[in-house]
T-cell receptor, first 113, second 112 residues
């Protein structure tokens, strides 16, 4: 099956700085890569996703890049704010009928005011 | 449109008991997946249901089971609870096979 690795496990940045979280996957057939943000006491919320036919996607301060050859994808958060503090998960999915999502182990991001 | 809802939100059980958790997907979503989240193991896939049929299963013992009803609502059951079953159980739904998966708030289960 698919194996998703995520780094770093914890990340602290000053407010206004950028944060980058990286994930690698093992199955070259994976073609859908969402990122989730989980705040304390809540379920994961989708913040951005990318499909394998796209190399980069941006939504305001959040961007995701995908390198299919190297099988890695990254989350970039610019101009970080205290409310960005949360645990972030990457995931990979084959995009086919009945297949499951494979999640990274999460990155705890702390934005220091 | 209402999001994924899960009931109950919190549950305390003792070892050996069984528990049933409920999930109502987003209206129109026919795929419902269940995950177990623990600090040590992260998010682990339990199973997925689509149109009342289980079509994918993770690596969990048979004590973990589920079902889906004709209105796409799903339940998962854990029998003979063990201390290690204490976790946040998350339900997620999606509209299409290549669609975005949306999570509910989870049910936090504590086994004493």
């Amino acid at each position: 099956g698919e194996n998703v690795e995520q780094h770093p496990s914890t990340l602290s940045v000053q407010e206004g700085d950028s944060a980058v979280i990286k994930c690698t996957y093992s199955d070259s057939a994976s073609n859908y890569f969402p990122w989730y943000k989980q705040e304390l006491g809540k379920g994961p919320q989708l913040i951005i996703d990318i499909r394998s036919n796209v190399g980069e996607k941006k939504d305001q301060r959040i961007a995701v890049t995908l390198n299919k050859t190297a099988k890695h994808f990254s989350l970039h958060i610019t101009e970080t704010q205290p409310e960005d503090s949360a645990v972030y998960f990457c995931a990979a999915n084959l995009g086919n009928t009945g297949n499951q999502f494979y999640f990274g182990t999460g990155t705890s991001l702390t934005v220091i005011p | 449109k209402a999001g994924v809802t899960q009931t109950p939100r919190y549950l305390i059980k003792t070892r050996g008991q069984q528990v049933t958790l409920s999930c109502s997907p987003i209206s129109g979503h026919r795929s419902v997946s269940w995950y177990q989240q623990t600090p040590g193991q992260g998010l682990q896939f339990l199973f997925e249901y689509f149109s009342e049929t289980q079509r994918n299963k993770g690596n969990f013992p048979g004590r973990f089971s589920g079902r889906q009803f004709s209105n796409s609502r799903s339940e998962m059951n854990v029998s003979t609870l063990e201390l290690g079953d204490s976790a946040l159980y998350l339900c997620a739904s999606k509209l299409a096979d290549d669609g975005t998966q949306y999570f509910g708030p989870g049910t936090r289960l504590l086994v004493l």
